[in-house]
Antibody, heavy 123, light 108 residues
Framework: QVQLVQSGAEVKKPGASVKVSCKATGYTFTNYGITWVRQAPGQGLEWMGWISVYNGNTNYVEKLQGRVTMTTDTSTTTAYMELRSLRSDDAAVYYC????????????????WGQGTTVTVSS | DIQLTQSPTFLSASVGDRATITCRASQGISNFLAWYQQKPGKAPKLLIYAASTLQSGVPSRFSGSGSGTEFTLTISSLQPEDFATYYCQQLNSYPRFTFGPGTKVDIK
């Protein structure tokens, strides 16, 4: 069935990097975009950025520009999100989600979500 | 960037009650609005997209309305499994998307 399966929990020290993977199955990977959302403990949903699986175009939220990189590997139908120079306030559950590739199809929302990956940042 | 506000922040209600949540956008977004339900420890679930289209498999007690800057999510008769946090999201500024701050619906 259509699903996104994320990599396991990570514990990192401040200043380190983390790379979370998101394996897509059950649909044509290149027909959609992948977006990343995070949620700090007890907080709301924060959109982080988007990548077109079709052509690799990306768009990141301003506050993470320069620290985040989103990529995809179409050969393994896997998306990746790398966050560098981790700080304590980066501790969160990170989700990947599927979204339409274009303006009109993106209106269909984030219809498939990964199960979430907990990233702990602690010295 | 488009900002979203939701009201109320908290909603205390009983099983069988009608619940209404409002989402307001800082500028017009046509009908590019989605609603999500999130339960503790779980990923969000898409309920409604394009302001009023019910996602496949979502019960018909959920409905959405609105266009432009003001939107509403209505649960016609709350069921025990509906107690959760609800988020609106704008998709008009593709490929930049924004979530509202959330509304927690709990049992009175």
């Amino acid at each position: 069935q259509v699903q996104l399966v994320q990599s396991g929990a990570e514990v990192k020290k401040p200043g380190a990097s983390v790379k979370v993977s998101c394996k897509a199955t059950g649909y044509t990977f290149t027909n959609y975009g992948i977006t990343w959302v995070r949620q700090a403990p007890g907080q709301g949903l924060e959109w982080m950025g988007w990548i077109s699986v079709y052509n690799g175009n990306t768009n990141y939220v301003e506050k993470l520009q320069g620290r985040v990189t989103m990529t995809t590997d179409t050969s393994t139908t896997t998306a990746y999100m790398e966050l560098r120079s981790l700080r304590s306030d980066d501790a969160a559950v990170y989700y990947c989600a599927r979204v339409g590739l274009h303006y009109d199809t993106s209106a269909n929302g984030f219809d498939i979500w990964g199960q979430g990956t907990t990233v702990t940042v602690s010295s | 960037d488009i900002q979203l506000t939701q009201s109320p922040t908290f909603l205390s209600a009983s099983v069988g009650d009608r619940a209404t949540i409002t989402c307001r956008a800082s500028q017009g977004i046509s009908n590019f609005l989605a609603w999500y339900q999130q339960k503790p420890g779980k990923a969000p679930k898409l309920l409604i997209y394009a302001a009023s289209t019910l996602q496949s498999g979502v019960p018909s007690r959920f409905s959405g309305s609105g266009s432009g800057t003001e939107f509403t999510l209505t649960i016609s008769s709350l069921q025990p499994e509906d107690f959760a946090t609800y988020y609106c999201q704008q998709l008009n500024s593709y490929p930049r998307f924004t979530f509202g701050p959330g509304t927690k619906v709990d049992i009175k």
